[in-house]
């Protein structure tokens, strides 16, 4: 009697067991096992950024990936937040500036791929055309030094100033212009955030602002702008993490979505033109 009920009892043990990895392998009704899920914390500017980003979710959530977007006011804290492991990536900088952040603060961060180009625009109150711009006219740009480059760069290309042969155009500075027919001054005391408030203030002859910045204070980059970078610019946003993440599986599923056909159509269509998708 004991022997059975031994036996009876080992039975019942073993149907439940197997009750229970049955559960954990039941399919989400299309046939297929339920995967694990697992979680992206990604730190974006709010626009385009975090914009594209939540376009991107249901897409990610279809491949198991839940994603968390934090999103920043400025181009200082997402690095940080990266480099405390708060954050799986982010998604804010060109390449010029991420690779001179690594340099100023020695982080390791790699770029796992870049998604768009945000046009730079210079902007002006009093001046309807790039070409009417006076004698001795105020530019005001940012203060951070990884787009006086491509400040100075945009201002060449439209005939305002010569910067030296052969130099790398993307680390030019003020130092670097030969040639400055207008005189023109240059402002770079305010941070890249307060470049639209500027605008608005009517502050300086003409401002240079990302077109990050521009969207999210309602300007359109293309129609508002008096000058503007085209499409072969080589500041590219990517997105950032650090070294070695970059060959997570969760990370090239991010950077796969943000480079599918249904990103890019949703990137041009809903800017117009003001950013422009990209795969590199």
Request: hydrophobic share 40%; proline share 4%.
């Amino acid at each position: 009697m004991k022997k059975f009920l031994g036996f009876a009892l080992v039975l019942v043990l073993s149907i439940a067991l197997a009750a229970c990895g049955t559960d954990k392998e039941k399919d989400s009704g299309s046939g297929d096992t339920e995967k694990e899920t697992k979680k992206l914390v990604v730190g974006a500017s709010n626009v385009p950024h975090a914009e594209i980003l939540e376009k991107a979710k249901p897409l990610l959530e279809e491949k198991g990936i839940e994603l968390e977007i934090e999103t920043f006011q400025d181009y200082i804290l997402p690095n940080k937040a990266l480099d405390e492991k708060e954050l799986d990536a982010n998604y804010f900088q060109h390449i010029p500036y991420l690779e001179a952040q690594i340099k100023e603060n020695g982080y390791d961060f790699v770029n796992a791929g870049g998604i768009h180009i945000e046009p730079i625009g210079l902007y002006s109150k009093k001046y309807k055309s790039i070409d009417k711009l006076p004698q001795g006219a105020t530019i005001i740009l940012s203060s951070s030094v990884a787009d006086h480059g491509r400040a100075l760069s945009l201002l060449e290309k439209n005939g305002l100033i010569k910067l030296k042969e052969g130099i790398d155009k993307t680390t030019a500075t003020e130092k670097d212009i030969v040639e400055n027919k207008k005189k023109l001054k240059f402002d770079a005391e305010y941070e890249a955030a307060l470049l639209p408030k500027i605008f608005e203030s009517g502050e300086g002859d003409a401002v240079l602002i990302n077109s990050n910045y521009a969207i999210d204070a309602g300007l359109n980059p293309l129609k508002d702008s008096i000058a503007i970078e085209d499409s072969e610019s080589p500041y590219v946003n990517v997105i950032a993490v650090n070294k070695g993440d970059e060959n997570k599986e969760e990370i090239k599923t991010l950077v796969e979505v943000l480079h599918s056909k249904e990103i890019q159509d949703f990137i041009l269509e809903e800017y117009d033109g003001a950013v422009v998708p990209v795969k590199e």
